[in-house]
């Protein structure tokens, strides 16, 4: 069932969406409900702020990755799993990088609690861990505690240099790709990543 108001907040979505793609990422929430073809006090109503709306727009981005992840879930081990979630993950970046620079630089800001990000990131990187199969049985317990939210702190650390423009787009599936296998080196069974 959906929540009350939940096609209004798409709609919103939508449109701060459509509006980041016009480049116009300084745009009001004046200019946003008349996008979206709401009453000014809509935006305001369903999310509050627009750095609510960068958020749940991060939040659209992080499903879209775990809803593509998990049409590839089989049996296979933890490593394979984080690795292929990175590429999804990162694909996913590339698909729209002007929106996305635009809605990571706002979920950075100083003072915009994200802390929903992180836990929903890593709720993304615990999918791709699964049951930690290929994990060393001594460290695995600790790794399905703690890699998460390492490989969510990693995957936005990548982020961040690239939203910077000190990462090209070209690069940032590499990157993210060997930050996740660093992480994950100290708790794999003795074979490659």
Same mark, same amino acid.
């Given at each position: 069932m959906a929540a009350r108001g939940?096609?209004?907040?798409?709609?919103?979505?939508? =449109?701060?969406?459509?509006?980041?793609?016009?480049?116009? &990422?300084?745009?009001?929430?004046?200019?946003?409900?008349?996008?979206?073809?709401?009453?000014?006090?809509?935006?305001?109503?369903?999310?509050?702020?627009? *750095? *609510?709306?960068?958020?749940?727009?991060? *939040?659209?981005?992080?499903?879209?990755?775990?809803?593509? +992840?998990?049409? +590839?879930?089989?049996?296979?081990? =933890? &490593?394979?799993?984080?690795?292929?979630?990175?590429?999804? =993950?990162?694909?996913?970046?590339?698909?729209?990088?002007?929106?996305?620079?635009?809605?990571?630089?706002?979920i950075g800001m100083p003072g915009l609690s994200s802390a929903k990000v992180l836990d929903h990131s890593s709720a993304l990187w615990a999918l791709a861990l699964g049951t930690g199969d290929g994990l060393a049985q001594a460290r695995r317990e600790q790794a399905l505690r703690d890699l998460p939210r390492q490989l969510a702190f990693a995957f936005r650390g990548v982020l961040s240099f690239w939203t910077a423009g000190e990462l090209s787009d070209e =690069?940032? &599936?590499?990157? &993210?790709?060997?930050?996740?296998?660093a992480l994950l080196q100290g708790f794999l069974d003795d074979k490659e990543t």
């Open positions: 939940e096609p209004l907040r798409q709609q919103v979505l939508d =449109a701060a969406e459509r509006l980041l793609r016009q480049g116009n &990422a300084e745009f009001s929430m004046r200019e946003l409900a008349a996008d979206a073809g709401v009453s000014f006090a809509t935006p305001f109503n369903q999310f509050g702020s627009k *750095a *609510a709306i960068m958020l749940a727009l991060s *939040a659209r981005r992080i499903d879209t990755m775990a809803e593509r +992840f998990g049409g +590839f879930t089989t049996n296979e081990d =933890a &490593a394979i799993g984080v690795l292929r979630a990175t590429e999804i =993950a990162s694909a996913v970046m590339l698909e729209e990088p002007q929106v996305n620079r635009t809605v990571m630089g706002w =690069a940032l &599936a590499a990157e &993210a790709r060997d930050v996740a296998r």
